[in-house]
């Protein structure tokens, strides 16, 4: 059975257009309705879940949690505050590591260097992690939505891109120890991938795996296929009766319509199986017409949680 809620660091990526932003907040919805404690973190300045769950009028998403919806919180990793966290965690005296922060000097250098804002922010996720509340985990789960692949992959790359900068101990080389120990964690870590039934999405979804699986170790969760079509109302043999009886103009209109429709179905029924050499559990999110409002992104939440 497809689980996407048992980890607690449940990261999201995929390309661009399928829809990962939207189907990170539908199942952020879905962990809150199963009784959990979600944070969705958000890593840049897109403000992707300000639009989903409030629009201009929502309350702007920033580094410290800001709830979204009843019992839902989403956060967006600014790099100066995460410098801040990071400079205050590793410098006893407050009024050093403030002063530390604020140099432009430091911000220029931060700017230029490479993988900085990265380091920062496996910082700032780390933290999350560690928070708690009356004992246990303040947030569960934590869902990481990726700006798109090839920023995950950096990530994930990050700890083999420095094994040999880094030398051994210090804080820096402790947290790069720390993130990969967590990412091949079966127990609270998984890597969910987002895609749609179309023959380019699909193709790039079976390379994406094919290099997560061949060059990193965080294991992969749950396949997400989102905007799949409502199947038909018509089958071919009572479509090709009724193109042989009814000739009036407006009926064959229709009928060329459900044609077109049988068609496509029969497409995205060949791009779906190509995904089958995958072997991951996979969910099936339908196509929706309308605005993604909260009473959309809930159904999206429940087919999330849904055996494929």
């Known amino acids: 059975m497809s689980d996407p809620f048992a980890s607690r660091l449940s990261l999201f990526t995929g390309k661009g257009g399928v829809g990962k932003s939207t189907v990170v907040a539908a199942v952020a919805l879905e962990a809150r ?74 911000r220029r250098f931060l700017g230029a260097a490479p993988a900085v804002a990265e380091v920062l922010t496996l910082a700032r996720l780390e933290a ?105 109302p018509i089958d071919e043999p009572l479509l090709e009766a009724l193109r042989a009886r009814i000739t009036a103009p407006a009926v064959a209109c229709d009928l060329a319509l459900a044609k077109r429709a049988l068609s496509d179905e029969r497409a995205v029924a060949r791009e779906l199986a190509r995904l089958e050499v995958l072997a991951l559990p996979t969910v099936r999110l339908p196509h929706l017409t309308g605005p993604i409002d909260a009473g959309a992104l809930a159904m999206l939440g429940r087919a999330a949680g849904a055996t494929a």
Not at 52 to 75: C, D, K, L, N
Not at 175 to 187: E, G, P, Q, V
């Open 33 to 106: 309705r199963r009784g959990m404690r979600p944070l969705i973190v958000e890593l840049g300045h897109r403000a992707s879940m300000q639009a989903i769950f409030g629009g201009r009028g929502a309350q702007a998403i920033g580094h410290a949690p800001t709830e979204v919806a009843p019992g839902v919180h989403a956060s967006n990793v600014d790099l100066e505050h995460a410098l801040a966290d990071y400079v205050a965690a590793h410098v006893p005296s407050g009024a050093l590591a403030r002063r530390i922060a604020r140099s432009p000097m430091l």
């Open 128 to 232: 999350l992690l560690d928070e708690r509340e009356r004992g246990a985990p303040r947030w569960h789960p934590l869902l990481v939505d990726f700006d798109a692949t090839g920023h995950a992959l950096m990530f994930l790359e990050l700890p083999r891109v420095f094994e040999s900068l880094v030398g051994d101990g210090g804080p820096v080389r402790r947290l790069l120890d720390s993130f990969a120990a967590l990412l091949s964690d079966r127990a609270h870590t998984r890597l969910h991938v987002v895609t749609r039934p179309g023959k380019l999405p699909i193709q790039e979804t079976l390379e994406l795996c094919a290099r997560l699986a061949a060059e990193h170790a965080v294991p992969l969760g749950t396949l997400f296929v989102n905007h799949v079509p409502s199947p038909p």
